[in-house]
């Protein structure tokens, strides 16, 4: 047992050595088990950070307007403690074995999150911006559970998320571009999702736990900063770090817990047509803090899914992602960029869903 314990202390030294490593070079791809206002902060930080090296090509003489659209989205399927996998099998609570704090009568099986985040930025001088961003989000789950009339069922969730406003300074120095962002998360997105669970049974409306929410219920500030430096042959190299602090505790008595991205990325952009872009990131979401007591049951075990611990979420990531830009016209005054990622490596704080992958499309538009 000590010996156990001792390993994954290594463990986690090596993970936070990584994220050292990376601190300070663009923020990756969600991990899993997040809640939709985690997604939808991803598309923030795609739009406003990822394509730096577009910005050395804007116009210095004039002020403008840049709009974009982001459509991301996230497969989780299966199951992981810690970065063990583990099957369906073994979350679900049966009649007859004992019940545990690791096992569960209600079990989400597969969850798709949606995102659609439009996007206005307005270039102040040719080195600081303003933005908003407005997200847009759908979710559907899957669940089995041991419930009479709840053999297999779904809910979902879908609408406004939190909405951003964002401030970006970005200089160039010869061959490299730089972008700080600080903004603010406005809790515009609802905490108070509904749906036909088996807490109460069939043909009642209990809140949805914290996964199908659909924004933080918080203000919550962001910051990233990105660099990209070009190389030469056509390429071009980069990476960012970018934060996500909560504020307070919202009106159901909990907190989405923090995070910290970093990532590097490689991109080939001797053409503008087409534009080849290698990325590996790191991603640690911290726990919830405090919990919405709705979502608990009567007994010694309170917590009818894994979802509805708060101590269930969180944890840290490895993601591989392969992404191609293409631009209209060799200024990059409109762009496209497409992107697919998957997780390299996963440690869950307690029992989770795992990230399958996921998939990215924006398109933006200088004017």
Known sequence: MMQHQKNKISHRKLVSTVLIVLYGLVPSAAIAQSTPTELASISFEDLLNVSVTTDQNES?????????????????????????????????????????????????????????AFSAKYACSNKFSVSLIVPIIEQSTDHISIVPG???????????????????????????STRSSLGLRLPTGSINE???????GAG???????????????????????????????Y??????????????????????????????????????????????????????????????????QFPASITDPDNF???????????????VQTCDHYLTAEFGRPLYQDLNGIQPKKRNSFSISVVSQL
């Not at 736990?209 to 190389?231: C, E």
């Open 60 to 116: 210095k003489d004039s002020k403008r307007w840049k709009f974009g659209y982001a459509y991301r989205s996230l497969s989780v399927g299966g199951y992981k403690s810690g970065s063990q996998s583990i099957s369906f099998d073994d979350v679900l609570f049966s009649p007859g074995e004992s019940r545990t704090l690791q096992n569960y009568p209600v079990v989400p099986t597969f969850i798709d999150q949606e995102v659609h």
């Open 150 to 176: 709840f053999d297999q069922f779904i809910l979902s969730t879908k609408g406004l998320g939190d909405i951003a406003l964002d401030s970006s300074y970005h200089w160039t120095d010869k061959k490299t």
């Open 194 to 200: 509904l749906g036909d669970t088996p807490r109460n």
């Open 204 to 234: 009642t409306l209990e809140r949805l736990p914290y996964t199908m929410q659909l924004g933080s219920g918080t203000y919550d500030i962001s910051f990233a900063i990105n660099r990209a430096h070009d190389i030469s042959g056509g």
């Open 236 to 301: 071009s190299v980069g990476g960012g770090f970018a934060t996500t602090i909560r504020t307070g505790i919202n009106d159901n008595g909990y907190r989405l817990g923090d995070t910290a991205s970093a990532n590097l990325w490689f991109e080939n952009n001797s053409h503008f047509r087409f534009q080849p872009i290698a990325r590996i990131g790191f991603r640690h979401n911290a726990q919830i803090s405090g919990a919405d007591t709705s979502l608990l049951v009567p007994g010694p075990f």
């Open 314 to 328: 969180g944890g840290e990531k490895i993601t591989a992602s392969f992404a191609i830009q293409s631009c209209a």
